[in-house]
């Protein structure tokens, strides 16, 4: 029941299931230790951008190689009704979005509104977004509901996953190709009465079909906000093609390939993703 209702635009907030709490506070026990100086919201607002990124990039390493880290969310997914032996997810994204962050030079595609999907993520991918410190109203993420099933003109036919990947991937902050990179926008800004800020404290998650339309908001809530984004699909929407319909996304290749089963590492078969993906084009 809850996943058909994400598949048609519903979203859920909540908090972590107590036996999911390690998987919380090992991760802001990381942010603790590389920001041991002070409070990491605020030292994080205060040092160099670069300074910030090789901080943010061991602190990821170290959530990449605990590989027990993720046992710890089988209790969430089960409380969604989630089997974890069908969950195919994508590397744990850790975030900080400094205060007055936008204001400077280059990050403007930060802000960019887009549905994952435009960066040749799955139709059918689930996103939790997971506040790891607090963040406050207007200071996290913006979705527009109304555009769910409403395609909205964008130049993702530009994107192609293979080059994306070549020029450094998802969150690097020193390629030597990073000025080829493309970030797909929509050509107007929305207007959606319905749009909503998505915002929360540690132990809180959110929700949501990443087939949404959204987009991070500019921080100026006077600190500095870490925030962990975990994208997954499971197996049998794969195989069975199920899950929000293609409305707007151009972008070529496919996120599938890197999305292993969280408990054997395993890849979906081939033939499975290029159905899924053939089957999404047509759509």
């Known amino acids: 029941m809850l996943l058909e209702s994400l598949f048609v635009g519903e979203t859920f907030s909540g908090k972590f299931p107590n036996e999911s709490y390690p998987f919380l506070n090992t991760i802001k026990q990381y942010i603790n230790e590389e920001f041991s100086e002070g ?14 990124a090789e901080r943010m990039k061991r602190i990821r390493t170290r959530i990449y190689q605990n590989l027990s880290l993720k046992n710890y969310l089988f209790p969430l997914f089960e409380s969604w009704g989630m089997a974890p032996t069908d969950v195919y997810v994508d590397l744990f994204r850790l975030r900080c979005v400094p205060d ?79 000025a080829e990179k493309i970030f797909p926008k929509p050509d107007f800004s929305p207007n959606d009465p319905k749009r909503f800020s998505v915002s929360g404290g540690f132990g809180d ?31 049998e929407t794969i195989r069975n093609h199920r899950g929000p319909k293609n409305t707007d996304n151009g972008s070529t290749g496919t996120t599938l390939y890197d999305m292993p089963q969280i408990i054997t590492g395993e890849k979906l078969p081939d033939e499975v993703i290029q159905s899924y993906v053939i089957s999404s084009a047509l759509s």
Not at 220 to 225: D, E
């Open 205 to 235: 998650y959110f929700l949501f079909s990443s087939h949404h339309l959204h987009g991070t908001e500019e921080n100026n809530q006077g600190f500095s906000r870490f925030s962990l984004e975990i994208r997954f699909v499971l197996g």
């Open 100 to 178: 007055g962050f936008h204001k400077n030079e280059g990050s403007l595609s930060v802000l960019y509104i887009h549905r994952d999907s435009w960066y040749a993520n799955p139709e059918n991918q689930i996103n939790i977004w997971i506040p790891i410190t607090t963040v406050r109203p207007g200071a996290g993420f913006i979705l527009y509901p109304s555009y769910f099933d409403l395609p909205i003109s964008n130049d993702s036919h530009l994107f192609d996953y293979s080059h994306w990947m070549e020029t450094g991937g998802f969150q690097e902050t020193t390629h030597s190709r990073l």
């Open 39 to 52: 409070d990491p919201v605020i030292i994080s607002s205060q040092i160099p951008y670069l300074a910030l």
